[in-house]
């Protein structure tokens, strides 16, 4: 088996020539060694490959030897801003301040801002809360101080534990348990170390990544509400549309007192689309479940494991199988993609469903056309042409089209961007960045979207997307 070993080493010579005998004297094979000084100064990540008792042996003595305490280290980092008169030797009366009460500096930074002023932004390590409030009251009697709330614009990632702040902030805000704040800070660090083979700047990125969980978490309990609309197709079939502030659509349709629901958003909101679910069918936890999922990303398919059925093409249902089996699903496949869809899957708590509830629709085959049918789905009334994208957004992407009611549900193929809601709108911001890109191919992805278009016939449809609202679409025979 495999092990990504999150140590925290001292900073003296033969530190990892120590971690080194460990692994050697058990016949552990490190496979990657990861150190960014500039980024934490005592983290260190370990790759080893060995058998499960000799990997539970390794945890055993690097924690004998104090290398494996990386989850106890509550520290943080407060940012501090003082109003500091410009001229020389300014500072150092706060300076002195600080080493008086043996605070470490993390951060610092100082800007001229035309008036007789200079602000000095500082970040000081912080393990008691009550040092850092006498320490503000004596440094108010030399200067004007404000307090950064560094979860918020301001935020600066500085060079000090970095990764152990950063993941104790994301687990915070979505109540993440230790064995998972684990594998975030080592996706963290795969994360930083793409960033830093691009050469691009880490502080958009896991700004984005901040933002994405503080939105994750702010829309949560009583703060969790959907749009929700109904849609009238016959007198025995309904759909009604659920549109949460944060991940995929989930439709439901009622045809003839049966429910098919299509994606299902994502599972760190289990507990509240469950109560949206039994408000709008009292039956809901007597009725066969049944799903059919569009595509198999983790925004789509986190509530799946509570269905009894899931219905999907070849593809989706190979990348569920996959997941299923705890191998890399397919955007996982993509090493640039795959640290930041592993952050995702821990933010929301996705669980893959297990394989024995797929059930395959449609041919498996290789996808020749922009898109192109695969077969047919029944349900109710509706009588749906399947068909299956070339791959734009992600393989195995499914299309439902119903011409006697002129119905489509398109996945991902189609985003109605222009009636997202505020909450959506704020989302779609920041949700990309967790897969580096919405589409796998944008050109072919919009090549998709026009092919899927033109697929449609002379009259009045109702089109919906995996985000955003329904959208009417009118097809005139002059069009055509």
């Keep these: 088996m495999n092990k990504t070993f999150v140590t925290k080493m001292p900073n003296h010579i033969g530190a990892f020539l120590k ?54 280290d509550n520290r943080s980092v407060m940012l501090l801003e003082f109003r500091l008169k410009d001229e020389p030797g300014s500072v150092t009366s706060i300076l002195e301040l600080i080493s008086a009460h043996n605070f470490n500096i993390s951060y610092i930074s100082s800007q001229e801002n035309g008036t007789e002023y200079q602000l000095f932004k500082m970040g000081l390590i912080v393990d008691n809360s009550d040092k850092i409030n006498d320490f503000i009251e004596e440094a108010k009697k030399l200067c004007s101080v404000r307090v950064i709330e560094y979860n918020h614009a301001e935020k600066i990632y500085d060079n000090s534990f ?52 503080e939105l994750l978490a702010t829309s949560r309990g009583r703060n969790f509400s959907p749009r929700i609309t109904h849609h009238n197709i016959t007198d025995n079939t309904v759909i009604t549309l659920i549109e ?27 507990e509240e689309m469950l109560s949206v679910f039994r408000n709008m069918i009292p039956e809901f936890d007597s009725i066969k479940k049944k799903c059919f999922i569009t595509h198999a990303d983790v925004d789509h398919c986190g509530l799946l494991p509570i269905f009894d059925t899931v219905y999907a093409s070849a593809k989706t249902a190979e990348c569920l199988r996959l997941e299923s089996n705890n191998e890399d699903g397919f955007r996982e496949m993509n090493p640039l993609h795959k640290p930041y869809v592993r952050i995702c899957k821990v933010l929301t708590s996705y669980t893959a469903v297990s394989a024995e509830k797929l059930s395959v629709v449609g041919d498996e085959k290789e996808i020749s056309q922009l898109i192109e049918q695969t077969g047919f789905f029944d349900f109710g009334e509706l009588h749906f042409e399947l068909f299956e994208g070339k791959g734009g957004h992600l393989a195995g992407e499914s299309i439902l089209i119903d011409y006697d009611h002129h119905l489509a549900f398109t996945g991902d193929i189609f985003v109605n961007m222009k009636e997202m809601t505020a909450q959506q709108a704020q989302y779609n911001r920041y949700a990309p960045i967790l897969m580096t890109s919405v ?40 069009e055509i």
């Design 19 to 72: 971690a080194s005998k460990c692994f050697a004297s058990l016949g552990i094979n490190i496979t990657r060694v990861s150190y960014n000084k500039a980024v934490d100064s005592h983290m260190l990540f370990i790759d080893a490959e060995g058998t499960p008792q000799q990997i539970a042996k390794a945890s055993k003595e690097l924690t004998d030897i104090g290398y494996l305490q990386c989850d106890e």
């Design 162 to 213: 970095f990764y152990s702040t950063f993941v104790n902030e994301l687990s915070a805000a979505m109540e993440i348990s230790s064995k998972s704040k684990n594998e975030l800070i080592v996706n963290t660090n795969l994360a930083m170390q793409i960033l830093d083979d691009t050469g691009v700047s880490p502080y958009r990125t896991f700004d984005s990544i901040s933002r994405f969980a």
């Design 439 to 478: 589409d796998t191919d944008k050109e072919l992805c919009t090549a998709e979207r026009t092919a899927l278009f033109q697929r449609l016939g002379i009259g009045k449809w109702q089109i919906f997307g995996g985000h955003g609202g329904m959208k009417s679409y009118t097809i005139a025979p002059t």
């Design 244 to 270: 949460p502030p944060c991940g995929s659509n989930t439709a439901i349709i009622k045809s003839c007192d049966e429910y098919l629901f299509i994606d299902t958003g994502y599972a760190c909101y289990k």
